[in-house]
């Protein structure tokens, strides 16, 4: 059975999409309706902007959600998911392609979404930390004793998880998490704590926008970060989607349930990294990159 999964935010680089651009009418028509739909040329930003200005998150956003949503259609008949899965944003790459969104109403989404965490960041300052070589379990039970700001954000995989929080609390909590013997406690230079409580007032804004958004029955089921399951129904995956800025991203969690449930083959589009970390999970399970 075959799975699609979409990158989330860190798969931008210089000159993304500019061969697509070039080669494929349908790729120039929808890069074209991108930049109608926000009012400016992202596509001349994606094609030779410096990768400072695809960081911006207001870019880097819409730009990894066109040029992978571009690329799944631009696959043509080998895009024939039997379920698909995105890392953070990469799931509303994921809903659009399998069909619960319109390529339009996505990229509108994933615009506001960019717009609200900037504003959060700029409201409620806060980082986020890589963590790698110690177990979630004592992750977990290390941010519950911090009395600052401190969550689990992202579980990559076994041995990879990144926690989001308050400036002090990462502080805090990459000393101790040190002291336990961690390989590695780093902090990420990213803009904001991404899904923890401190993006409450963006996913406030986000939820109205999904809620005035038209979802439709995808083609296949999408594994959802919040529940690391297969879902189908339209109300619970807008419900789902809602809660996502403030949860964590439970990949690890997805990766094992997609393996549980018989997927055997993982392709990845717009990106490497997600395939990088499932044979972290299964060196066995076969990959591809579109």
Known sequence: MNVFVFPGQ??????MGKELYDSS????????????????????????GSAEELKQTNIT??????????SAINAGDHFKPDAV?????????ALAASGALSFEDGLKLVAQRANAMRKACDDTPGTMAAILGLEDKQIEDCCAEISEVIVPANYNCPGQLVVSGSLEGI????????EMGARRALVLPVGGAFHSPLMASAQTELSKAINHTEFKSPVCPIYQNVTASAVSDIEDIKTNLEKQLTAPVRWTQT?????????????????KVLTGLLKKVDRKMETTQY
């Open 85 to 93: 899965a995105g890392h953070s944003l990469g799931e509303f790459t």
């Open 25 to 48: 009418a349908r790729a120039k028509e929808l890069f074209e309706q991108a930049n109608e739909v926000l009012g400016f040329r992202l596509s001349d930003v994606m094609f030779s």
């Open 171 to 178: 502080n805090v909590a990459v000393e101790k998490f040190k």
């Open 10 to 15: 860190g798969a931008q680089f210089e000159g």
């Open 61 to 70: 956003q819409p730009a990894i959600y066109c040029f992978s949503y571009i």
């Open 255 to 271: 990766m094992q349930q997609m393996i549980a449930d018989g997927m055997t083959s993982y392709n990845e589009v717009g990106g």
